[in-house]
């Protein structure tokens, strides 16, 4: 998205491109608008993991399956491969959608 309306600035008023406070104030709005939805999404998650102690003992369960070296950080190709999490996560949005 920066990268098009990185595109889209123009010095000169007539061409109708964005301007830079145009660009910062739309950078402004997509990181505002992207941290709090992930944060309410991780919140709810850690609720309800919290409050369902055998849903968080399975995931404890399938991370300690896949997560073989315990040095290593784990990515994002790690995390996809992680079915039951993902499935936490979508009954989380499906229970409680952020929007």
Aim: aromatic content about 8%; hydrophobic content about 40%.
């Amino acid at each position: 998205m920066l990268d098009l309306m990185l595109a889209a600035e123009s010095p000169d008023k007539e061409d109708k491109k964005l301007s830079d406070g145009e660009i910062v104030a739309n950078c402004t709005i997509f990181l505002l608008a992207g941290y709090e939805t992930s944060a309410t999404t991780l919140a709810v998650v850690c609720h309800y993991l919290a409050t369902n102690t055998d849903v968080q003992k399975k995931l404890q369960e399938e991370i300690d399956s896949f997560w073989e070296n315990e040095n290593a950080l784990p990515n994002y190709e790690y995390m996809r491969e992680l079915p039951y999490l993902d499935m936490i996560i979508c009954e989380a949005l499906r229970l409680c959608p952020p929007g």
